[in-house]
Protein backbone atom coordinates (compact mmCIF):
# COMPACT_ATOMS: atom_id res chain seq x y z
CA UNK A 1 0.00 0.00 0.00
CA UNK A 2 2.80 2.58 0.79
CA UNK A 3 4.79 2.06 -1.85
CA UNK A 4 2.32 3.28 -4.03
CA UNK A 5 1.13 5.87 -1.73
CA UNK A 6 4.33 7.48 -0.86
CA UNK A 7 5.87 6.94 -4.05
CA UNK A 8 2.91 8.66 -6.01
CA UNK A 9 3.47 11.63 -3.33
CA UNK A 10 7.11 12.04 -4.44
CA UNK A 11 6.38 11.30 -8.04
CA UNK A 12 3.71 13.72 -8.07
CA UNK A 13 5.10 16.37 -6.44
CA UNK A 14 8.33 16.59 -8.27
CA UNK A 15 6.30 16.38 -12.03
CA UNK A 16 3.84 18.90 -10.53
CA UNK A 17 6.22 20.84 -9.06
CA UNK A 18 8.17 20.79 -12.36
CA UNK A 19 4.80 21.95 -14.36
CA UNK A 20 4.26 24.89 -12.11
CA UNK A 21 7.74 26.78 -11.52
CA UNK A 22 8.19 24.71 -7.73
CA UNK A 23 11.17 22.62 -8.78
CA UNK A 24 13.81 24.06 -6.49
CA UNK A 25 10.87 24.70 -3.62
CA UNK A 26 10.35 21.19 -3.82
CA UNK A 27 13.96 20.09 -3.95
CA UNK A 28 13.94 22.42 -0.47
CA UNK A 29 11.22 20.91 0.38
CA UNK A 30 12.89 17.01 0.91
CA UNK A 31 15.83 18.24 2.57
CA UNK A 32 14.12 20.41 5.17
CA UNK A 33 11.12 17.88 5.75
CA UNK A 34 13.80 14.92 6.46
CA UNK A 35 15.35 17.17 8.74
CA UNK A 36 12.16 18.15 10.58
CA UNK A 37 11.20 14.59 11.07
CA UNK A 38 14.26 14.00 13.21
CA UNK A 39 13.54 17.24 15.17
CA UNK A 40 9.77 16.14 15.77
CA UNK A 41 11.14 12.66 16.66
CA UNK A 42 13.22 14.16 19.51
CA UNK A 43 10.61 16.50 21.07
CA UNK A 44 8.59 13.70 21.50
CA UNK A 45 11.18 11.33 23.20
CA UNK A 46 9.81 13.17 26.49
CA UNK A 47 6.15 12.63 26.14
CA UNK A 48 6.13 9.16 24.59
CA UNK A 49 8.49 8.03 27.66
CA UNK A 50 6.31 9.49 30.33
CA UNK A 51 3.29 7.92 28.78
CA UNK A 52 4.98 4.41 28.32
CA UNK A 53 6.48 4.90 31.69
CA UNK A 54 3.39 5.35 33.42
CA UNK A 55 1.94 2.71 31.67
CA UNK A 56 4.17 0.23 32.87
CA UNK A 57 3.47 1.45 36.50
CA UNK A 58 -0.33 0.74 35.74
CA UNK A 59 0.34 -2.84 33.95
CA UNK A 60 2.99 -3.58 37.16
CA UNK A 61 0.41 -2.21 39.80
CA UNK A 62 -2.27 -4.72 38.22
CA UNK A 63 -4.12 -1.83 37.25
CA UNK A 64 -4.75 -3.21 33.58
CA UNK A 65 -5.52 -6.66 35.15
CA UNK A 66 -8.21 -5.02 36.93
CA UNK A 67 -9.40 -3.68 33.83
CA UNK A 68 -9.11 -6.43 31.40
CA UNK A 69 -11.51 -8.99 33.91
CA UNK A 70 -14.09 -5.60 34.43
CA UNK A 71 -14.28 -6.27 30.43
CA UNK A 72 -15.84 -9.33 31.05
CA UNK A 73 -19.83 -7.83 30.84
CA UNK A 74 -18.65 -5.85 27.88
CA UNK A 75 -17.95 -9.29 26.23
CA UNK A 76 -20.95 -10.83 26.83
CA UNK A 77 -22.86 -8.30 25.83
CA UNK A 78 -21.09 -7.64 22.21
CA UNK A 79 -19.90 -11.54 21.85
CA UNK A 80 -23.04 -13.80 22.92
CA UNK A 81 -21.67 -16.30 20.73
CA UNK A 82 -18.16 -17.01 22.29
CA UNK A 83 -18.22 -19.45 24.74
CA UNK A 84 -17.37 -17.80 28.53
CA UNK A 85 -14.39 -20.68 28.65
CA UNK A 86 -12.70 -19.35 25.43
CA UNK A 87 -9.47 -17.79 25.44
CA UNK A 88 -10.57 -15.12 22.78
CA UNK A 89 -12.14 -13.55 25.89
CA UNK A 90 -9.03 -12.45 27.81
CA UNK A 91 -7.20 -11.62 24.29
CA UNK A 92 -10.05 -9.56 23.11
CA UNK A 93 -9.81 -7.69 26.22
CA UNK A 94 -6.48 -6.72 26.19
CA UNK A 95 -6.38 -6.03 23.11
CA UNK A 96 -9.38 -3.44 23.87
CA UNK A 97 -7.56 -1.81 26.96
CA UNK A 98 -4.34 -1.42 25.30
CA UNK A 99 -6.16 0.33 22.32
CA UNK A 100 -8.15 2.41 25.28
CA UNK A 101 -4.94 3.35 26.83
CA UNK A 102 -3.12 3.98 23.91
CA UNK A 103 -0.87 1.67 23.92
CA UNK A 104 -1.27 0.84 19.99
CA UNK A 105 1.95 -1.49 19.54
CA UNK A 106 0.63 -3.60 22.39
CA UNK A 107 -2.74 -4.16 21.10
CA UNK A 108 -1.56 -5.84 17.95
CA UNK A 109 -0.30 -8.66 18.89
CA UNK A 110 -3.60 -9.94 21.63
CA UNK A 111 -6.11 -8.38 18.76
CA UNK A 112 -4.02 -11.33 16.33
CA UNK A 113 -4.42 -13.68 18.76
CA UNK A 114 -8.20 -12.97 19.43
CA UNK A 115 -9.11 -13.49 15.86
CA UNK A 116 -7.11 -17.18 15.80
CA UNK A 117 -9.34 -18.07 18.70
CA UNK A 118 -12.22 -16.89 17.09
CA UNK A 119 -11.07 -18.69 13.88
CA UNK A 120 -10.79 -21.83 15.64
CA UNK A 121 -14.39 -21.35 17.16
CA UNK A 122 -16.20 -20.64 14.00
CA UNK A 123 -14.36 -23.58 12.50
CA UNK A 124 -15.76 -26.06 15.61
CA UNK A 125 -18.89 -24.63 14.71
CA UNK A 126 -19.08 -25.83 10.75
CA UNK A 127 -18.60 -22.25 9.36
CA UNK A 128 -16.00 -21.43 6.33
CA UNK A 129 -12.60 -20.37 7.34
CA UNK A 130 -12.46 -17.66 4.24
CA UNK A 131 -15.83 -16.16 5.56
CA UNK A 132 -15.76 -14.17 8.97
CA UNK A 133 -17.82 -14.73 11.89
CA UNK A 134 -19.89 -12.41 13.53
CA UNK A 135 -17.65 -12.29 16.31
CA UNK A 136 -14.81 -11.36 13.75
CA UNK A 137 -17.31 -8.80 12.47
CA UNK A 138 -17.79 -7.26 15.89
CA UNK A 139 -14.27 -7.08 16.86
CA UNK A 140 -13.10 -5.45 14.27
CA UNK A 141 -15.26 -3.01 13.65
CA UNK A 142 -15.41 -2.28 17.54
CA UNK A 143 -11.41 -2.10 16.66
CA UNK A 144 -11.57 0.31 14.08
CA UNK A 145 -13.86 2.73 15.30
CA UNK A 146 -11.20 3.79 17.54
CA UNK A 147 -10.87 3.30 21.49
CA UNK A 148 -8.14 5.22 22.72
CA UNK A 149 -8.77 7.61 25.46
CA UNK A 150 -5.78 9.85 25.58
CA UNK A 151 -4.51 10.92 22.06
CA UNK A 152 -0.54 11.10 23.39
CA UNK A 153 1.06 11.12 19.98
CA UNK A 154 -1.69 14.39 18.43
CA UNK A 155 -0.97 16.41 22.06
CA UNK A 156 2.92 15.91 21.58
CA UNK A 157 2.05 16.83 17.49
CA UNK A 158 -0.08 19.84 18.54
CA UNK A 159 3.10 20.99 21.17
CA UNK A 160 6.03 20.36 19.06
CA UNK A 161 4.26 23.04 16.82
CA UNK A 162 3.34 25.84 18.90
CA UNK A 163 0.04 25.00 20.28
CA UNK A 164 -1.09 27.22 22.96
CA UNK A 165 -2.94 24.80 25.14
CA UNK A 166 -1.68 21.14 23.12
CA UNK A 167 -3.99 19.05 25.80
CA UNK A 168 -7.25 21.24 24.88
CA UNK A 169 -8.60 18.37 22.81
CA UNK A 170 -8.80 16.28 25.19
CA UNK A 171 -11.86 15.73 26.35
CA UNK A 172 -13.54 16.83 22.91
CA UNK A 173 -11.46 13.67 21.43
CA UNK A 174 -13.18 11.52 24.07
CA UNK A 175 -16.17 12.50 22.85
CA UNK A 176 -15.70 11.99 19.34
CA UNK A 177 -14.09 8.56 20.21
CA UNK A 178 -17.22 7.90 21.93
CA UNK A 179 -19.47 8.62 20.08
CA UNK A 180 -18.57 6.92 16.72
CA UNK A 181 -17.52 3.72 19.03
CA UNK A 182 -21.34 4.29 19.77
CA UNK A 183 -22.24 3.91 16.30
CA UNK A 184 -20.20 1.20 15.75
CA UNK A 185 -21.90 -1.05 18.56
CA UNK A 186 -24.92 0.22 17.36
CA UNK A 187 -24.60 -1.04 14.15
CA UNK A 188 -22.85 -4.66 14.92
CA UNK A 189 -25.85 -5.04 17.27
CA UNK A 190 -28.35 -4.56 14.80
CA UNK A 191 -26.38 -6.92 12.16
CA UNK A 192 -26.15 -9.43 14.96
CA UNK A 193 -30.08 -9.55 15.07
CA UNK A 194 -30.72 -9.54 11.48
CA UNK A 195 -28.24 -13.01 11.33
CA UNK A 196 -30.12 -14.15 14.01
CA UNK A 197 -33.14 -14.03 12.26
CA UNK A 198 -32.27 -15.11 9.27
CA UNK B 1 -17.81 24.30 25.09
CA UNK B 2 -15.27 26.07 27.48
CA UNK B 3 -16.29 23.48 29.82
CA UNK B 4 -14.63 20.44 27.85
CA UNK B 5 -10.99 22.53 27.48
CA UNK B 6 -11.74 23.29 31.39
CA UNK B 7 -12.21 19.65 32.01
CA UNK B 8 -8.99 18.61 29.37
CA UNK B 9 -6.67 20.53 31.32
CA UNK B 10 -7.57 18.02 34.45
CA UNK B 11 -7.08 14.70 32.29
CA UNK B 12 -3.32 14.66 32.39
CA UNK B 13 -2.97 15.66 35.72
CA UNK B 14 -5.85 13.47 37.38
CA UNK B 15 -4.58 9.89 35.30
CA UNK B 16 -1.20 10.71 36.51
CA UNK B 17 -2.23 11.13 40.17
CA UNK B 18 -4.46 8.42 39.98
CA UNK B 19 -1.70 6.14 38.55
CA UNK B 20 0.79 7.16 41.25
CA UNK B 21 -1.73 6.53 44.09
CA UNK B 22 -2.85 3.52 42.78
CA UNK B 23 0.82 2.07 42.13
CA UNK B 24 1.98 3.12 46.04
CA UNK B 25 -1.29 1.35 47.84
CA UNK B 26 -0.67 -1.80 45.62
CA UNK B 27 2.94 -1.26 47.13
CA UNK B 28 4.29 -1.39 43.81
CA UNK B 29 7.74 -0.13 43.30
CA UNK B 30 6.59 2.32 41.19
CA UNK B 31 9.83 4.56 40.44
CA UNK B 32 11.73 1.36 38.92
CA UNK B 33 8.66 0.73 36.61
CA UNK B 34 8.48 3.94 35.33
CA UNK B 35 12.21 4.02 34.40
CA UNK B 36 11.77 0.73 33.05
CA UNK B 37 8.63 1.93 30.55
CA UNK B 38 10.21 4.81 29.79
CA UNK B 39 12.82 3.09 28.34
CA UNK B 40 10.47 1.43 25.62
CA UNK B 41 9.10 4.93 24.96
CA UNK B 42 12.33 5.93 23.18
CA UNK B 43 12.12 2.30 21.23
CA UNK B 44 8.57 3.67 20.32
CA UNK B 45 9.36 6.64 19.21
CA UNK B 46 12.69 6.00 17.36
CA UNK B 47 11.19 2.86 15.36
CA UNK B 48 8.73 5.14 13.92
CA UNK B 49 11.50 7.83 13.18
CA UNK B 50 12.21 6.20 9.23
CA UNK B 51 8.84 5.88 8.63
CA UNK B 52 7.95 9.93 9.54
CA UNK B 53 11.25 10.57 7.57
CA UNK B 54 10.04 9.32 4.50
CA UNK B 55 6.54 10.49 5.18
CA UNK B 56 6.97 13.93 6.01
CA UNK B 57 9.23 13.94 3.26
CA UNK B 58 6.61 12.86 0.48
CA UNK B 59 4.35 15.31 1.98
CA UNK B 60 6.48 18.06 2.23
CA UNK B 61 7.31 17.87 -1.67
CA UNK B 62 3.61 17.86 -2.55
CA UNK B 63 2.98 20.77 -0.25
CA UNK B 64 5.84 22.68 -1.89
CA UNK B 65 4.87 21.97 -5.29
CA UNK B 66 1.61 23.49 -4.84
CA UNK B 67 -0.01 19.96 -5.47
CA UNK B 68 -2.12 20.27 -2.35
CA UNK B 69 -3.86 23.39 -2.45
CA UNK B 70 -4.73 22.56 -6.17
CA UNK B 71 -6.54 19.30 -4.84
CA UNK B 72 -8.17 21.40 -2.48
CA UNK B 73 -9.30 23.29 -4.46
CA UNK B 74 -10.69 20.75 -6.69
CA UNK B 75 -12.01 19.11 -4.05
CA UNK B 76 -13.86 22.48 -2.42
CA UNK B 77 -16.97 22.60 -4.41
CA UNK B 78 -18.00 18.78 -3.34
CA UNK B 79 -16.64 19.36 0.25
CA UNK B 80 -19.10 22.27 0.74
CA UNK B 81 -21.96 20.23 -0.08
CA UNK B 82 -20.82 18.32 3.02
CA UNK B 83 -20.03 21.27 4.84
CA UNK B 84 -16.49 19.60 5.68
CA UNK B 85 -13.27 21.59 5.18
CA UNK B 86 -11.78 20.98 1.64
CA UNK B 87 -8.49 21.26 3.19
CA UNK B 88 -8.93 17.97 5.01
CA UNK B 89 -10.43 15.58 2.36
CA UNK B 90 -7.05 14.20 1.60
CA UNK B 91 -6.23 13.50 5.13
CA UNK B 92 -9.33 11.74 5.67
CA UNK B 93 -9.00 9.56 2.37
CA UNK B 94 -4.90 9.26 2.99
CA UNK B 95 -5.82 7.59 7.40
CA UNK B 96 -8.34 4.98 5.40
CA UNK B 97 -4.79 3.55 3.99
CA UNK B 98 -2.38 4.58 6.17
CA UNK B 99 -1.82 6.10 9.58
CA UNK B 100 1.84 7.18 9.30
CA UNK B 101 1.13 9.16 5.91
CA UNK B 102 -2.03 10.64 7.64
CA UNK B 103 0.29 11.49 10.29
CA UNK B 104 2.62 12.69 7.50
CA UNK B 105 -0.97 15.41 6.27
CA UNK B 106 -1.84 16.17 9.62
CA UNK B 107 1.42 18.00 10.81
CA UNK B 108 1.81 19.85 7.35
CA UNK B 109 -2.14 21.01 8.26
CA UNK B 110 -0.16 22.09 11.48
CA UNK B 111 2.31 23.75 10.14
CA UNK B 112 0.12 25.92 7.92
CA UNK B 113 -2.76 26.88 9.66
CA UNK B 114 -1.17 25.88 13.55
CA UNK B 115 -2.64 23.53 15.81
CA UNK B 116 -5.31 25.85 17.59
CA UNK B 117 -6.61 27.14 14.37
CA UNK B 118 -10.06 25.49 13.15
CA UNK B 119 -8.75 23.46 10.79
CA UNK B 120 -5.68 22.51 12.97
CA UNK B 121 -8.06 21.35 15.85
CA UNK B 122 -10.65 19.60 13.37
CA UNK B 123 -7.63 17.80 12.20
CA UNK B 124 -6.05 17.13 15.94
CA UNK B 125 -9.79 15.31 16.93
CA UNK B 126 -9.97 12.77 13.25
CA UNK B 127 -7.06 11.99 13.88
CA UNK B 128 -7.73 11.25 17.57
CA UNK B 129 -10.88 9.39 16.63
CA UNK B 130 -10.45 7.11 13.12
CA UNK B 131 -8.41 4.50 12.42
CA UNK B 132 -7.17 2.53 9.60
CA UNK B 133 -9.73 0.90 8.14
CA UNK B 134 -7.93 -0.90 4.87
CA UNK B 135 -4.73 -1.44 7.26
CA UNK B 136 -6.36 -3.11 9.82
CA UNK B 137 -8.65 -5.18 8.18
CA UNK B 138 -5.72 -6.74 5.93
CA UNK B 139 -3.77 -7.36 8.82
CA UNK B 140 -6.78 -8.98 11.72
CA UNK B 141 -8.38 -10.91 8.33
CA UNK B 142 -4.82 -12.11 6.36
CA UNK B 143 -4.05 -13.40 9.57
CA UNK B 144 -6.19 -15.84 9.73
CA UNK B 145 -7.13 -16.47 6.17
CA UNK B 146 -10.39 -15.00 6.12
CA UNK B 147 -11.70 -13.24 2.39
CA UNK B 148 -15.21 -12.68 2.89
CA UNK B 149 -15.55 -9.86 5.30
CA UNK B 150 -19.32 -9.72 4.97
CA UNK B 151 -20.11 -6.20 6.53
CA UNK B 152 -16.77 -5.36 8.75
CA UNK B 153 -15.97 -2.48 6.12
CA UNK B 154 -20.19 -0.83 6.02
CA UNK B 155 -19.57 -0.74 9.81
CA UNK B 156 -15.88 0.63 9.94
CA UNK B 157 -17.06 3.11 7.26
CA UNK B 158 -19.95 3.90 9.28
CA UNK B 159 -18.16 4.56 12.83
CA UNK B 160 -15.47 6.55 10.95
CA UNK B 161 -18.27 9.04 8.82
CA UNK B 162 -19.69 8.72 12.79
CA UNK B 163 -16.39 10.11 14.08
CA UNK B 164 -15.37 12.71 11.21
CA UNK B 165 -18.80 14.49 11.43
CA UNK B 166 -18.75 14.72 14.95
CA UNK B 167 -14.85 15.89 14.90
CA UNK B 168 -15.67 18.69 12.06
CA UNK B 169 -18.80 20.08 14.80
CA UNK B 170 -17.03 19.86 17.92
CA UNK B 171 -13.61 21.68 16.15
CA UNK B 172 -16.06 24.31 15.21
CA UNK B 173 -17.48 25.09 18.59
CA UNK B 174 -13.78 24.69 20.59
Redo the contacts between chains.
Sequence with gaps: ??NY??GG??L???V??AI?G?AE??G???L???K???E??IA??GV????????????????TGKLIKRMRPVLRFFFPDVPADSKANEYIATNMIANILGLG?AA?PF??KA??E??KLNVAKGG?????SRA??TF??L????L?M??V??IA??SQ?????????????M???L???L??AV??KI?GRKEKTQ | MSV??Y???F??PL??FY??V??LM?K???YK??????????S???G??PT????????????????LE?LSEFLAPVAKMLFFPAELVPLVV?KL??A??A?GL??DI??EY???SYL??VT??I?????T?????S???M??????????L???L???A??VA??TF??GM?
Design positions: MLLWMIIAVYGTKAVNAASSSEAVLSMLMALWTGIMKIAQASGLGTGLMELQKREVAMCLINISSQIPNIYRYGSVNPAKIVVPAVTTFSTVAFVM | LVLSDCILLMIYGTTDIEFTEGAKDGFVTLILLIGLMTGVGMLRASGFTVFSSATLLFKGPDGTSLCASTEIFYTMVYFAVGVKKTRYTAGATATAGVSLGL
